[in-house]
Protein backbone atom coordinates (compact mmCIF):
# COMPACT_ATOMS: atom_id res chain seq x y z
CA UNK A 1 0.00 0.00 0.00
CA UNK A 2 1.47 3.16 -0.95
CA UNK A 3 2.08 5.95 1.93
CA UNK A 4 0.71 9.11 1.91
CA UNK A 5 3.66 10.90 2.92
CA UNK A 6 5.11 10.14 -0.77
CA UNK A 7 2.65 12.85 -1.50
CA UNK A 8 4.81 16.62 -1.57
CA UNK A 9 2.43 18.48 -3.49
CA UNK A 10 1.44 20.70 -0.56
CA UNK A 11 4.96 21.01 0.01
CA UNK A 12 5.90 22.33 -3.16
CA UNK A 13 2.82 25.00 -3.00
CA UNK A 14 4.11 26.05 0.71
CA UNK A 15 7.84 26.25 -0.72
CA UNK A 16 5.90 28.42 -3.50
CA UNK A 17 4.52 30.46 -1.37
CA UNK A 18 7.35 31.01 1.03
CA UNK A 19 9.55 32.41 -2.37
CA UNK A 20 6.59 34.32 -3.06
CA UNK A 21 6.86 36.51 0.41
CA UNK A 22 10.40 36.62 0.17
CA UNK A 23 10.64 38.45 -3.01
CA UNK A 24 7.99 40.97 -2.19
CA UNK A 25 9.45 42.17 1.44
CA UNK A 26 12.79 42.10 -0.24
CA UNK A 27 10.88 44.46 -3.33
CA UNK A 28 9.00 46.35 -0.03
CA UNK A 29 12.44 47.17 1.53
CA UNK A 30 14.06 48.25 -1.87
CA UNK A 31 11.50 50.29 -2.83
CA UNK A 32 11.58 51.79 1.06
CA UNK A 33 15.46 52.28 0.04
CA UNK A 34 14.70 53.85 -2.87
CA UNK A 35 12.04 56.20 -1.74
CA UNK A 36 13.93 57.02 1.58
CA UNK A 37 16.88 58.17 -1.27
CA UNK A 38 14.85 59.99 -3.47
CA UNK A 39 13.08 62.19 -0.31
CA UNK A 40 16.80 62.52 0.64
CA UNK A 41 17.94 64.18 -2.59
CA UNK A 42 14.67 66.48 -2.97
CA UNK A 43 15.53 67.70 0.22
CA UNK A 44 19.09 68.59 -0.05
CA UNK A 45 17.71 70.12 -3.61
CA UNK A 46 15.17 72.54 -2.03
CA UNK A 47 18.15 73.36 0.19
CA UNK A 48 20.77 74.45 -2.70
CA UNK A 49 17.85 75.96 -3.85
CA UNK A 50 16.75 78.46 -0.65
CA UNK A 51 20.58 78.88 -0.01
CA UNK A 52 21.00 80.07 -3.53
CA UNK A 53 18.31 83.05 -2.99
CA UNK A 54 19.42 83.64 -0.14
CA UNK A 55 22.90 84.35 -1.37
CA UNK A 56 21.89 86.23 -4.73
CA UNK A 57 19.59 88.39 -2.56
CA UNK A 58 22.14 89.75 -0.43
CA UNK A 59 24.37 90.91 -2.59
CA UNK A 60 25.64 94.66 -2.91
CA UNK A 61 26.71 96.58 -5.49
CA UNK A 62 29.13 99.74 -6.04
CA UNK A 63 27.07 103.37 -6.71
CA UNK A 64 29.24 105.43 -8.66
CA UNK A 65 33.07 105.82 -8.68
CA UNK A 66 35.86 105.04 -6.92
CA UNK A 67 38.47 107.15 -5.36
CA UNK A 68 41.65 107.00 -4.27
CA UNK A 69 42.51 109.49 -1.51
CA UNK A 70 46.10 110.98 -0.65
CA UNK A 71 47.49 113.85 0.97
CA UNK A 72 49.93 114.81 -1.42
CA UNK A 73 50.59 114.04 -4.60
CA UNK A 74 54.49 113.44 -4.04
CA UNK A 75 53.14 109.65 -2.48
CA UNK A 76 51.18 106.36 -2.58
CA UNK A 77 47.21 106.79 -1.80
CA UNK A 78 46.53 106.38 1.37
CA UNK A 79 42.66 105.17 1.24
CA UNK A 80 40.08 104.51 -1.19
CA UNK A 81 36.23 105.44 -1.00
CA UNK A 82 33.28 104.42 -2.60
CA UNK A 83 29.39 103.72 -1.99
CA UNK A 84 27.54 100.53 -1.58
CA UNK A 85 24.02 99.92 -1.85
CA UNK A 86 21.56 96.64 -2.55
CA UNK A 87 21.34 94.95 -5.23
CA UNK A 88 17.82 95.22 -6.86
CA UNK A 89 15.19 93.21 -5.07
CA UNK A 90 17.99 92.53 -1.98
CA UNK A 91 17.51 91.75 1.23
CA UNK A 92 19.37 94.04 3.89
CA UNK A 93 23.10 92.76 5.15
CA UNK A 94 25.28 93.45 8.43
CA UNK A 95 27.85 95.71 6.66
CA UNK A 96 29.99 95.55 9.97
CA UNK A 97 30.36 91.73 10.07
CA UNK A 98 31.53 92.14 6.00
CA UNK A 99 35.27 90.77 5.62
CA UNK A 100 37.38 92.65 3.75
CA UNK A 101 40.98 91.73 2.36
CA UNK A 102 43.72 93.92 0.30
CA UNK A 103 46.82 92.17 -2.38
CA UNK A 104 48.86 94.37 -4.44
CA UNK A 105 51.91 92.81 -6.26
CA UNK A 106 53.69 93.51 -2.87
CA UNK A 107 51.29 93.49 -0.41
CA UNK A 108 48.73 91.10 1.20
CA UNK A 109 46.12 91.74 4.17
CA UNK A 110 43.69 88.80 4.40
CA UNK A 111 41.33 90.86 7.10
CA UNK A 112 41.91 94.62 7.07
CA UNK A 113 40.40 95.64 10.65
CA UNK A 114 36.98 97.43 10.69
CA UNK A 115 36.88 100.45 12.68
CA UNK A 116 33.94 102.06 14.43
CA UNK A 117 34.58 105.96 13.58
CA UNK A 118 33.03 107.71 11.46
CA UNK A 119 33.65 110.72 9.02
CA UNK A 120 37.15 112.75 10.10
CA UNK A 121 37.81 110.52 12.54
CA UNK A 122 37.66 107.45 10.29
CA UNK A 123 39.99 109.10 7.86
CA UNK A 124 42.16 110.06 10.33
CA UNK A 125 42.20 105.95 11.14
CA UNK A 126 43.01 104.96 8.01
CA UNK A 127 45.45 107.44 6.50
CA UNK A 128 47.49 105.58 10.04
CA UNK A 129 46.83 102.26 8.92
CA UNK A 130 47.65 103.35 5.85
CA UNK A 131 51.15 104.06 6.49
CA UNK A 132 51.95 101.34 8.98
CA UNK A 133 54.81 98.82 7.52
CA UNK A 134 53.50 95.85 7.63
CA UNK A 135 50.22 96.75 6.31
CA UNK A 136 47.41 95.66 8.24
CA UNK A 137 44.90 98.44 7.30
CA UNK A 138 41.82 99.52 8.36
CA UNK A 139 38.07 100.51 6.99
CA UNK A 140 34.86 101.67 8.55
CA UNK A 141 31.43 103.56 7.46
CA UNK A 142 32.59 107.25 6.68
CA UNK A 143 28.94 108.37 5.71
CA UNK A 144 25.79 106.82 6.03
CA UNK A 145 22.49 108.12 2.91
CA UNK A 146 19.46 107.45 3.51
CA UNK A 147 19.57 105.44 6.83
CA UNK A 148 19.24 105.03 9.83
CA UNK A 149 22.08 105.08 13.24
CA UNK A 150 22.69 100.76 13.03
CA UNK A 151 25.29 99.60 10.14
CA UNK A 152 22.66 97.32 8.34
CA UNK A 153 22.48 98.00 4.70
CA UNK A 154 18.63 97.48 3.61
CA UNK A 155 17.31 98.68 0.42
CA UNK A 156 17.16 102.30 -0.35
CA UNK A 157 20.09 103.24 2.05
CA UNK A 158 24.05 103.43 1.10
CA UNK A 159 26.81 103.29 2.69
CA UNK A 160 30.07 105.18 1.97
CA UNK A 161 32.81 102.71 2.98
CA UNK A 162 36.50 103.56 3.28
CA UNK A 163 39.71 101.23 2.86
CA UNK A 164 42.82 102.29 3.88
CA UNK A 165 45.65 100.97 1.57
CA UNK A 166 49.54 101.17 1.72
CA UNK A 167 50.83 104.11 0.89
CA UNK A 168 54.50 102.56 0.34
CA UNK A 169 52.79 100.26 -2.34
CA UNK A 170 50.02 101.83 -4.21
CA UNK A 171 52.73 104.23 -6.63
CA UNK A 172 51.26 105.21 -10.10
CA UNK A 173 50.23 102.03 -12.45
CA UNK A 174 50.10 99.89 -9.51
CA UNK A 175 47.48 97.39 -9.92
CA UNK A 176 45.43 96.60 -6.84
CA UNK A 177 42.20 94.49 -5.32
CA UNK A 178 39.79 95.40 -2.25
CA UNK A 179 37.46 92.35 -1.73
CA UNK A 180 34.34 92.77 0.06
CA UNK A 181 32.90 89.34 1.52
CA UNK A 182 29.66 90.21 3.29
CA UNK A 183 28.54 87.41 6.41
CA UNK A 184 25.99 86.20 3.39
CA UNK A 185 26.23 86.48 -0.28
CA UNK A 186 28.80 86.77 -3.33
CA UNK A 187 32.13 88.40 -2.88
CA UNK A 188 32.51 91.79 -4.03
CA UNK A 189 35.54 92.19 -5.92
CA UNK A 190 37.13 95.97 -6.19
CA UNK A 191 39.69 95.73 -8.99
CA UNK A 192 41.78 98.86 -9.71
CA UNK A 193 44.75 100.56 -10.66
CA UNK A 194 46.70 103.92 -9.42
CA UNK A 195 46.98 106.37 -12.14
CA UNK A 196 50.03 107.58 -13.74
CA UNK A 197 49.74 110.71 -11.79
CA UNK A 198 48.47 110.63 -8.07
CA UNK A 199 46.38 113.98 -7.11
CA UNK A 200 44.73 114.60 -4.11
CA UNK A 201 41.43 112.99 -5.12
CA UNK A 202 41.96 110.43 -7.99
CA UNK A 203 39.30 108.48 -9.88
CA UNK A 204 40.42 104.99 -9.96
CA UNK A 205 39.56 102.66 -12.93
Avoid at 153 to 162: A, K, T
Wanted: proline share 4%; glycine share 8%; hydrophobic share 45%.
Amino acid sequence: MRSLFQHDDAFTGLEAAIVLIAFIVVAAVFSYVVLGAGFFTTQKSQEVVHTGVQQASSSMEIIGNVYGLATTASSGLEYVKFTVGNTAGGTGLDVSKMVVTYTDEQTRAPDVAYSTETEDDLISVLQAAAAVDPYVGAWGIIETINANDDTLLEPGEQFVIGVSVPTATTTVNTPFTVNLQPSVGAVFALKKTVPPAINPVNILY
